[in-house]
């Protein structure tokens, strides 16, 4: 991996895993409702999110999710990756203070359409908060 090019497909096999933690903070939640339009009160309403199933604020799904995009696009298979599509399963909520490690493993890799399919999961301690699989397209050392 360099500094422009993240991995090959050829350099990768199937088992290899990345991971990215990120402790969700308030900037975060606030920033995110922002720039997404997505200000459903159960994110930015503390009297409001009380009343919930949640009994109090979380954070946006899609925050996590985006935790996934780190891993693919600077750790593995890295700079140059191309998302193709993403799966979702949102399993428990992640509140304000919660750190979520997302970890993308490698399931399968067809070289020669330089596709590889990877498991991507969200976790908090040991509490799997998001499941899903990503397919991705990654750069070839054969420049086809």
Same mark, same amino acid.
């Given at each position: 991996? /360099?500094?422009?090019?993240? +991995?090959y497909?050829?350099? $990768?096999?199937?088992?290899?895993?990345?991971?990215y @933690?990120?402790?969700?903070?308030?900037?975060d939640?606030?920033? #995110? @409702?922002?720039?997404s339009?997505?200000?459903?009160?159960?994110?930015?309403n503390?009297? #409001?999110?009380?009343?919930?199933?949640?009994? %109090?604020r979380?954070?946006h799904?899609? $925050?996590?999710?985006? #935790?996934? /995009?780190?891993v693919?696009g600077?750790?593995?298979?890295?700079y %140059?990756?191309? +998302? $193709?599509?993403q799966t979702?399963?949102?399993? @428990?909520?992640?509140?304000?203070?919660?750190?979520v490690?997302?970890?993308?493993?490698?399931?399968?890799?067809?070289?020669?359409?330089?596709?590889?399919t990877?498991?991507?999961i969200?976790?908090? %301690?040991?509490?799997?908060v $998001?499941?899903?699989?990503?397919?991705?397209?990654?750069?070839?050392?054969?420049?086809k």
């Amino acid at each position: 991996m /360099s500094d422009v090019q993240g +991995y090959y497909v050829e350099d $990768l096999s199937v088992g290899m895993s990345a991971s990215y @933690a990120k402790t969700v903070t308030e900037t975060d939640v606030v920033l #995110f @409702a922002g720039i997404s339009g997505d200000n459903n009160p159960v994110h930015i309403n503390q009297e #409001f999110a009380e009343t919930s199933m949640f009994k %109090g604020r979380i954070a946006h799904g899609m $925050l996590s999710a985006g #935790f996934i /995009s780190t891993v693919l696009g600077t750790r593995m298979p890295g700079y %140059g990756t191309i +998302y $193709l599509s993403q799966t979702l399963k949102f399993k @428990a909520p992640v509140r304000i203070g919660d750190t979520v490690t997302a970890v993308a493993t490698i399931k399968e890799i067809v070289a020669e359409k330089r596709k590889v399919t990877l498991e991507t999961i969200c976790r908090v %301690g040991d509490v799997v908060v $998001l499941e899903g699989e990503a397919v991705v397209m990654v750069a070839s050392k054969n420049k086809k």
